[in-house]
């Protein structure tokens, strides 16, 4: 294989699935100026024209989710009977950021009493310039999205490098944009290596960075932005915490918690990774949750009865299974028997889920961002013991609470260091609330008309309408 093009491992049976062109770095350079070009007539176009065109987007992205569902399985091993659901999520999703885009970027005026007629003063939210977003695999549209949209409907271009293992999605973006009849050079995709992605970073056309990934690759952006004088935004980690009082409705607790744990093979920056269950209930909830948990099945993703798929990658799947081996050779207790899983392998992406007890915060399983089919559960003795432990991480992307008491859920979420705080829901967006992480989850924000403000900036004006 040359070093100009990319094969698309599919996890699916390890083969390669597709192949794309690398961009060179001199290909690379071409493409941002063709966005900074193309950036400066696209921010004159109206405002209610931009918003027509991404309405437009998503219409034609939709049009084709059965070929697009399929390819996203193939890409990165989701179950076939889920994927659809990712790309309807992505229209409805930018629906909500194209109906609150006009709200969201119209001047601010400033009146002030007995000053009308002599000046005319207001704040404006201008495109910030060319936007460079770095994504992920395991939401490979959604997360896109996400920056995509606001920063082209705000009048910025675009240049979207896709993860490695989803490429051929950024193409797909790409492909729909054109059809939508978006502007040449306003959005395009490029496929590069590590060392162009830093170098573009670093590029003075460069005007703000979007990134969904590791803490590693987060630190590495923040380092190559360091010259300059941009913003970044920042989607890393996290290692989600879940706390279930005694006055839960157990049987939907149980039921939602084992989905937030183990939907898309655990691979969710704001899946469920570990769980304080209140004493008063813990046992029973061990054992329903242990229960729930067997009923997946895991599976080749394409298979109408497979609710588990593989993991990304072979190396994914070991790092979990080498999580459990030491927490389990430090102590825990692992409740499910991987022979109940025929299609679990060594040596493959394919894994069972797993439960573990008898945890704690000693064990790399607890602390350790796992992004796979495992959750440690915990015993608690009171609200004090469970916001110490929700609160002892490096993390905070999202946590949630499982109780029938919204004051009780209200003052504990104020004492809880996170982004985003659920009563009775987790690993879920909510496109008109603002996406945000806090300590090595990240910042910035993305979503809710709050996400508009990450990708323009703010410029007074201030006329004297009366000079005597």
């Not at 399929?70 to 194209?98: A, C, F, H, S």
């Not at 675009?158 to 939508?180: D, N």
């Not at 162009?196 to 960075?209: F, G, K, Q, S």
């Not at 991987?338 to 060594?346: E, Q, R, W």
């Amino acid at each position: 294989m040359s070093p100009s093009t990319l094969s698309v491992i599919t996890p699916v049976d390890s083969t390669a699935f597709a192949t794309v062109q690398i961009s060179s770095s001199e290909q690379v350079q071409a493409a941002v100026e063709r966005a900074a070009k193309a950036q400066k007539a696209w921010k004159r176009v109206p405002l209610k024209q931009r918003v027509e065109m991404g309405r437009r987007f998503l219409e034609v992205f939709g049009t084709r989710k059965d070929e697009l569902a399929k390819e996203l399985t193939m890409q990165m091993g989701r179950p076939l009977r889920y994927t659809p659901g990712e790309i309807k999520g992505t229209q409805d999703r930018g629906k909500y950021m194209v109906d609150v885009a006009e709200e969201a970027l119209k001047d601010v005026e400033i009146v002030e009493a007995g000053q009308e007629g002599k000046f005319k003063r207001f704040i404006r939210k201008e495109a910030v310039g060319v936007v460079l977003i770095v994504a992920p695999w395991n939401y490979p549209y959604l997360s896109s999205l996400n920056g995509v949209l606001p920063s082209i409907i705000a009048g910025n271009s675009v240049i979207l490098k896709h993860s490695s293992h989803t490429p051929l999605c950024g193409e797909r973006f790409g492909q729909a944009w054109t059809e939508a009849g978006l502007p040449d050079g306003v959005f395009q995709c490029i496929h590069m290596s590590h060392a162009d992605t830093e170098a573009l970073v670093r590029n003075p056309l460069i005007n703000y960075v979007n990134f969904t990934g590791s803490v590693e690759g987060g630190h590495q952006i923040q380092k190559a932005a360091s010259d300059k004088f941009i913003a970044t935004g920042l989607e890393l980690g996290g290692k989600d915490p879940a706390y279930v009082r005694p006055d839960c409705d157990l049987k939907y607790t149980v039921e939602t918690l084992v989905d937030g744990s183990f939907f898309n093979s655990g691979q969710c920056c704001c899946a469920i990774e570990r769980i304080y269950v209140h004493a008063d209930i813990y046992d029973a909830f061990v054992d329903a949750f242990v229960a729930e948990t067997k009923n997946y099945r895991l599976g080749n993703p394409l298979e109408p009865e497979t609710t588990l798929g593989p993991m990304v990658k072979t190396k994914a799947a070991d790092f979990v299974r080498g999580q459990i081996a030491e927490a389990v050779s430090q102590g825990a207790k692992a409740h499910i028997d991987a022979s109940l899983f025929p299609a679990d392998k060594p040596g493959t992406p394919y894994m069972a889920p797993q439960v573990l007890t008898s945890v704690t915060h000693s064990m790399r399983v607890m602390t350790e961002e796992s992004f796979g089919p495992v959750v440690g559960i915990m015993r608690v003795n009171s609200d004090e013991e469970a916001i110490h432990l929700m609160n002892d991480s490096d993390f905070g992307l999202s946590a949630s609470i499982w109780t029938k008491d919204a004051d009780a859920a209200l003052r504990i979420g104020d004492q809880i260091e996170t982004g985003t705080w659920f009563m009775n829901r987790c690993d879920y967006l909510d496109p008109a609330l603002a996406w945000v992480g806090v300590k090595d989850s990240g910042r910035g924000c993305t979503l809710s008309k709050f996400g508009y403000d990450q990708v323009t900036r703010l410029k007074s004006f201030h006329l004297k309408l009366v000079t005597v």
